[in-house]
């Protein structure tokens, strides 16, 4: 990362879009704020685009209604995107990732500035700031404002919204990932006057009663442990969400129940849309999950924690998701 050159650039009054990718997470709406709050203190216009509509237990971030969300607002962001001088691209490898936004980004003259942990990330950004070892772009986003020494403008809720990437990205603190840096980046926080408890209760006490019946019926009825009982699987049809009036965010942390059955190594939620079924990967130790969604799922991620999107129906997608399980190397 040239922070000199930036610094430079930023010295000027400039027109800023702050991006991140679709489906939003804790960490690609929180580091998102997080920036916008120091760069709008540092006297910049900021907007922040989102392909998509974010997750209701995000709504409640400092700033979060400021966000403009591409779907609903196409006209307002293409013109955001003609008059930028600048456009971060914060928690994605890939334009790919961006869905449509990918080709106002494409469009604009603006230079880009990536700041990422997902591993292999493109060529095609002017400036990287791209660290796969790093727990999250939270983390990196509070690397980033030291290298530019925008510490002046640090306050409680830059904090929290740092605070809610690294605990949303981490599993509070608790996935491989977590390293040394997460932990002391933390504890600056906290000297901003972070209230950790009201984070977590923000982010994970405010299940609706339907989610909260929606995973209860996905673990009594649907939850499957399979190739020696090394894997687990939950599969969710379409017209089961429908039964629990689904809601985007409502299966959010679903997959790890199935992680947390002793002995199982590698769990996937299949939650199937219309025309298409989603999957969220996650595994313990070595097994490498980003393999197997970037090989056969149309999608990645991380070692431990992976996406993907394939288009066909909720069987096929059983079909698929078992035959990979049992194909993995389990060891003893
Ligand atoms: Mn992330």
Redesign the pocket.
Known sequence: MDYQYLKQFLSEERQIVITTHKSP?G??VG?SLALRSVLVAEGHNVSVVVPDQFPNYLMWMPEANSILIYENHQAEVQELFNQCDLIFCL?YNTLERVGALKSEIEASDAKRVLI???LFPDKNFDFSLSDTSAS???ELIYEFISGMSFTDHLDKDFAVCIYT?LVT?TGSFRFSSTRSNTHLVASELLKLGLEPAIVHQNIYDNNSLKALRLKGFALNEKLEVIANSKAAIIPLALKEKNRFKYQKGDTEGLVNYGLSIEGVEVAVLLSEEMGFVKFSFRSKGLIDVNEIARRSFNGGGHRNAAGGKLDCDINAAIRLVKTELEKIDYGS
Do not use: V
């Open positions: 997470d960490d690609a580091s928690d990422d942990h997902h999250s772009t939270a990437g990205d």
